[in-house]
């Protein structure tokens, strides 16, 4: 499966704006990362943001050592392609050790053990959804390993984190979380990530069974999707980007996501930060007020609107229209735009060190082909794509051949709009503040309560 480019990958690990070490230096303060943060509706990557964070080093092998003989629940899944979705509540589970688990996925025989039921060339294994404050629980110093704060939350670090540890095929089905945005720090392996925005949901059929508090799953297994059933799928718009050891994904909230490991072994860490702040019933009463004012101004201005316009056609019949001097008055207005256009082009964040996810340019068939088809040999190749994968287009295959191109590329599409954010209550109510929508809603609000009376 084409992965869209991503960023350049922190083969050598980077650290914030301001900060050395040796001659390295991060990209962004934590301010700015912080900015850029609650500002940006599209996914992208973050590149040497992460480099001196102790938790760089945490491979699966170095977490076994620290874990010793912890017991921890890996999700058991099918390495094969269906259109349905393999959710959380018909996998089965198993109880191991991470060095258990290491030993099965080298495909070491298992005659005993708790892996001893799964063929590794059949089964994938995944650890996830494992909170620090659990899994750490009697070695708390290691929460400091992990440093959000460099993304300019003061304080945060593991305590607030999850661990993701799975072997090739391991994913998630395809969901969206309610709480917050999601920063996930890539440390072992490499992952896809195919990324619908919220505003597509209407095509990702979403559903509450199974029934999960803080995420919404689809019915449709993305990567291999069942069109005669879904039809409206092929609406959706899919981003996709492969995140690589050192990078760090920022997924806005409300954003659809499928992940899957591409690599033998994957270690992920990951956090989701609320930033939406909780409105006050005074504050939504206050709001609403506003509303209604709105009404009786818009009511007041109308009156004055009609009357200039009488004014001016009668001015207009007198004198002529200057039809050549509206035009100049026109192409002014756009150049104006225009500049302004270039201006908003020169402040985009988008470069070597952010890199946006991009949309996919292809459009998806019927019937796909999934990792795990064809001999079950070489599944990931030279790079990154597998034999069994989807076709791709030029422009995609280009990109995973020269990634460095695709960085430049993707900086220079950061012009592109951004993307809606999902319409919550919140929203709603803060919509509330522009004077058009204002006016429109205090129309409405009137109108019903005329109608209700």
């Known amino acids: 499966m084409a992965a869209a480019p991503g960023a350049t990958p922190d083969s050598a690990p980077a650290a914030g704006a301001g900060e050395v070490e040796g001659e390295r230096v991060k990209p962004f303060t934590p301010e700015k990362a912080k900015e850029i943060i609650m500002s940006l509706q599209q996914p992208a990557v973050f590149c040497n943001m992460a480099f ?42 198993v109880e191991a050790t991470l060095e258990e688990f290491l030993t099965w996925n080298c495909n070491q025989s298992t005659i005993s053990g708790p892996f ?15 909170y620090f404050i659990s899994l750490f629980d009697d070695k708390t110093d290691i929460f400091q390993d992990v440093i959000w704060s460099d993304f300019g939350f003061p304080g945060r670090n593991g305590r607030e984190s999850t661990l993701w540890i799975g072997s090739m095929g391991a994913h998630t089905p395809c969901h969206l979380d309610s709480y917050g945005c999601n920063l996930v720090f890539q440390v072992q ?45 092929c609406k959706a718009r899919r981003y996709m980007v492969t995140l690589k050891p050192g990078q760090v994904l920022f997924v806005p909230r409300h954003w659809w996501h499928y992940v899957e490991s591409i690599d033998p072994v994957t270690v992920s860490i990951n956090s989701w930060i609320e930033l939406v702040e909780k409105t006050s019933h005074e504050v939504n009463c206050h709001y609403l007020n506003r ?11 109308k009156v004055v609107e009609i009357q200039a316009l009488r004014t001016n056609r009668d001015d207009m019949k007198k004198e002529g229209l200057n039809v050549h001097h509206h035009m100049e008055v026109e192409q002014m207005d756009d150049q104006d735009l ?37 001999d079950g040999k070489d599944f990931v190749g030279k790079d990154g794509e597998h034999p069994g994968k ?32 999902f319409i919550s209550t919140d929203d709603l109510l803060d919509c509330l503040v522009n004077p058009q929508v204002t006016r429109i809603v205090a129309q409405l609000l009137i109108k019903g309560r005329s109608l209700w009376s």
């Open 52 to 93: 001196d964070w102790p938790a760089h080093h945490w491979t699966a092998k170095h977490l076994s050592e620290v874990l010793h003989d912890k017991q921890i629940r890996f999700r058991m899944g099918m390495k094969r392609t269906d259109t349905v979705p393999q959710f959380e509540t018909t996998c089965a589970y």
């Open 189 to 233: 392996g490499r992952k896809r990530w195919h990324l619908f925005p919220p505003e597509d949901t209407p095509f990702l059929y979403p559903t509450r069974i199974p029934y999960e508090e803080s995420s919404v799953f689809s019915k449709i297994n993305v990567v291999n999707p069942d069109l005669q059933r879904f039809p409206q799928f």
């Open 390 to 421: 989807l076709h791709c287009t030029k422009r995609q295959r280009m990109m995973s051949k020269n990634e460095d191109v695709v960085a430049e590329q993707t900086a220079s599409d950061s012009s592109m709009a951004p993307s809606q954010t």
């Open 291 to 301: 509303a209604v004012s709105a009404l009786f101004d818009y009511r007041t201005s």
């Open 338 to 374: 225009l500049l302004g256009t270039i201006k908003q082009e020169a402040a985009s964040p988008f470069g070597p060190d952010l890199v946006p996810v991009i949309l996919s340019s292809e459009e998806l068939p019927s019937e796909r082909r999934g990792i795990f088809e064809g």
């Open 116 to 130: 001893r039921d799964y063929d590794h060339s059949k089964f994938w294994a995944y650890a996830d959804y494992k």
